[in-house]
């Protein structure tokens, strides 16, 4: 029970302290980067995206390279679609990949995986299958240990949606 009741607490908490320190101007930085890291697609872009993509990128500049996403270009289904990504790095203790982040652009619930890494994984790539709701923009963050921050976009085409 008590843990149902810490969750509350600290989504509560950060929604609170995400407002009070003031996201407007990396919210603004979102939408101005969005046009560019959208490419031609020129899908919506939920506030629910805008929000996580915020707190996840915090005051860096996101630089787009170095990473490479294999998604389907059309999903049939959007309840299983596979994923695969893969990072340039050395993964060594001086120069490797923290984590990398998976925003879908039109979830209901933006943020749809965080992947933990360090050295002794030898390799930045992890696999796995999303949700998407409908035809998106599915945003890759990859956050180094040297505080760089990288990010791919990789639109897909979904013709039934996965999330409701």
Request: aromatic residues 4%.
């Amino acid at each position: 029970m008590q843990v149902g009741l810490s969750i509350i607490n600290r989504r509560t908490f950060l929604v609170s302290a995400s407002a009070a320190a003031g996201l407007t101007p990396l919210l603004v930085y979102a939408e101005t980067s969005s046009t560019e890291t959208s490419g031609a697609s020129g899908h919506e872009r939920s506030q629910k995206f805008f929000d996580e993509f915020a707190r996840l990128v915090g005051n860096a500049t996101p630089v787009e390279g170095k990473i490479t996403v294999d998604l389907p270009e059309v999903a049939d289904n959007g309840n299983f679609v596979p994923i695969t990504i893969s990072i340039d790095s050395p993964m060594t203790d001086a120069d490797h990949v923290k984590a990398i982040h998976i925003l879908a652009t039109a979830n209901p619930v933006a943020h749809v995986a965080t992947f933990r890494l360090a050295p002794i994984n030898a390799v930045a790539r992890v696999q796995s299958r999303i949700r998407l709701a409908k035809t998106e923009d599915v945003v890759t963050l990859a956050e180094l240990s040297n505080g760089t921050m990288l990010i791919a976009t990789t639109n897909v085409k979904v013709t039934i949606g996965g999330c409701d």
